[in-house]
């Protein structure tokens, strides 16, 4: 079924996000560029970030965080396997 548990562990394919239309993924391409800058991280192909920040994302894409993580998921800015097994 289609699961509305939100990720545990966040891994974002920074590639994948890189080739997703800006007006679907903008604002989260915003906020990881935003922890990119703050953490001085740009070499990377992914990007782990925090669970919280998953929160803040889903209020910005106005779903939960289950939700948000099974867009994503369909995206394949986050791996299948981010979705808990439930
Ligand atoms: P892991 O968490 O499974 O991450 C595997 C690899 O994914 C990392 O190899 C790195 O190349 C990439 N990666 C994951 N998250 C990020 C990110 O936010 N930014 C960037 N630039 N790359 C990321 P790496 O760096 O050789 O680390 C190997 C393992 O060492 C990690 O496996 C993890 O178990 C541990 N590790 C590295 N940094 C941290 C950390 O800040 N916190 C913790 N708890 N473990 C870390
Ligand atoms: P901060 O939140 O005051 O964190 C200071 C430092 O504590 C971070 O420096 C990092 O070295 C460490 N730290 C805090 N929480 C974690 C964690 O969950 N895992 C790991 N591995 N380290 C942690 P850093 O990385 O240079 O980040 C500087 C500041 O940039 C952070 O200050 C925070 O304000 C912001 N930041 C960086 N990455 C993120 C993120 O993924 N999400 C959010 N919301 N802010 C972030
Ligand atoms: P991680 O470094 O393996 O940390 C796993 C969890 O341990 C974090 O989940 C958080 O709940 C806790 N934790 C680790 N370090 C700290 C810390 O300094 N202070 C506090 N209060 N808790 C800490 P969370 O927050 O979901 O973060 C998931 C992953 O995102 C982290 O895995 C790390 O790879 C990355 N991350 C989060 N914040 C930062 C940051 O400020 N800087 C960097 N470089 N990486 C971060």
Redesign the pocket.
């Known amino acids: 079924p289609s699961g509305s548990e939100p990720a545990t562990k966040i891994v974002i394919n920074l590639e994948r996000l890189q080739q997703l239309p800006a007006d679907k993924v903008g604002p989260l391409a915003r906020y990881a560029a935003a ?1 990119q800058s ?3 991280d740009y070499n990377g192909k992914v990007l ?3 669970a ?2 998953l929160r803040s994302l889903a209020i910005i894409y106005d779903k939960s965080p289950g939700e948000l993580t099974d867009q994503l998921i369909d995206w394949g800015v986050l791996p299948p396997e981010a979705r808990p097994a439930t």
């Open positions: 922890i703050q953490r001085g782990s970030i925090r919280e920040d």
